[in-house]
């Protein structure tokens, strides 16, 4: 079979099926050979590896993966694609397909039933699973854990969500390679003080080191998208390197931080009803930690919100 990165064999294949694309789930489906390939270098997907792949979209990515990989599960919210994967992913006896909302998917449970997490580490079905090779049984893993990555070309309307959902879940995995746009890359990458910083860069930089691997151009996808796209990797933190007392009250501090950027830190926190501290309490927290109360979530590092929400928590 043709690989689905010949764009000519893409077309016949959703022609053939009389696919519609969808705005409402972003579909773009990469053809670019090239950065599929660079993309599985800086995943570092290994012939041990289970991968976890989400919005495998009609399985161009998901043939390259299943090929350099032990193990592919592609999770699909589209059900009119399920078909279109049962087709261009018959050749491969290593894939399972779910056709779930990514969002809904117990992604701790399906690591578990694939033997696979974070390699050294200590380590009930979700969702129901269909298309292709979905009615065989996990392929039998190496005897030891088998390393876990994830791999998602991410519909841009949704990439937060689904990024914070991986981290709050604490899937154990190695690694997160996506392709997002790249302006969201750039938030994801963005240091304090810059004009891209913001809660999105807090979380990502709180729980893995991210990376721009390359800029992909509108002409690698069908059809082309109205932005350039980006690869990042996200390297996994086991334990985050600064970690927070009460991650649920961090999150609630960094989201209401950059809620309203022009705020003073001390106003955005207390204007917040997710923050339960007075203004006096917030001023008095920065004070202590050598800041002015007049300062903006902006010029915070990761290691200073940690600070900051451990002051505040206690």
């Known amino acids: 079979m043709s690989k689905l990165s010949d764009p000519r064999t893409m077309l016949e294949t959703i022609s053939r099926y009389d696919f519609d694309f969808h705005k ?17 270098e800086a995943a570092q997907v290994g012939k041990d590896d289970v991968i976890f792949e989400i919005g495998p979209g ?6 390259f993966l299943a090929d350099a990989a032990h193990q592919v599960v592609s999770i699909e919210i589209d059900k009119k694609l399920i078909p279109i994967l049962e ?31 974070r390699v050294n580490t200590g380590n009930t079905d979700s969702g129901s699973i269909s298309g292709a090779n979905a009615s065989r049984e996990p392929a039998s893993a190496p005897a030891a854990l088998a390393p876990l990555r994830i791999v998602a070309n991410l519909p841009y309307y949704i990439t937060t969500p689904i990024l914070m959902n991986l981290f709050r879940q604490r899937v154990p ?53 109205k932005v350039t796209s980006a ?8 334990e985050p390197p600064v970690k927070a007392q009460d991650e649920e009250l961090f999150d609630h501090i960094i989201r209401a931080a950059f809620g309203q950027r022009r705020k003073t830190l001390t106003n955005a926190l207390s204007s917040s009803p997710q923050v339960p501290c007075s203004k006096e309490q917030i001023a008095d927290a920065l004070e202590q930690l050598g800041f002015s109360p007049s300062i903006r979530g902006e010029k915070l590092s990761v290691a200073d919100f940690v600070s900051l929400s451990d002051h505040l928590g206690t």
Not at 25 to 35: A, K
Not at 58 to 63: A, D, F
Not at 90 to 105: P, T
Not at 201 to 221: G, R, T
């Open 231 to 238: 690869v990042v990797t996200m390297e996994l933190y086991e």
């Open 24 to 40: 409402k789930f972003g579909q773009n489906f990469l053809i670019d050979e090239g950065v599929i390939r660079r993309s599985l």
């Open 87 to 117: 087709d261009t992913l018959r050749d491969y006896d290593n894939v399972a397909v779910i056709n779930e909302d990514v969002l809904k998917v117990d992604l701790v449970s399906l690591a578990q039933q694939y033997h696979a997490g």
């Open 173 to 225: 995995a190695q690694s997160i390679t996506v392709m997002v746009q790249k302006e969201v890359a750039d938030r994801m990458c963005a240091q304090p003080g810059s004009k891209d910083y913001g809660s999105l860069s807090v979380a990502v930089q709180y729980y893995s080191a991210p990376q721009i691997v390359e800029l992909v151009p509108p002409s690698s996808f069908i059809p082309h998208p």
């Open 58 to 63: 009609v399985g161009t990515l998901t043939q």
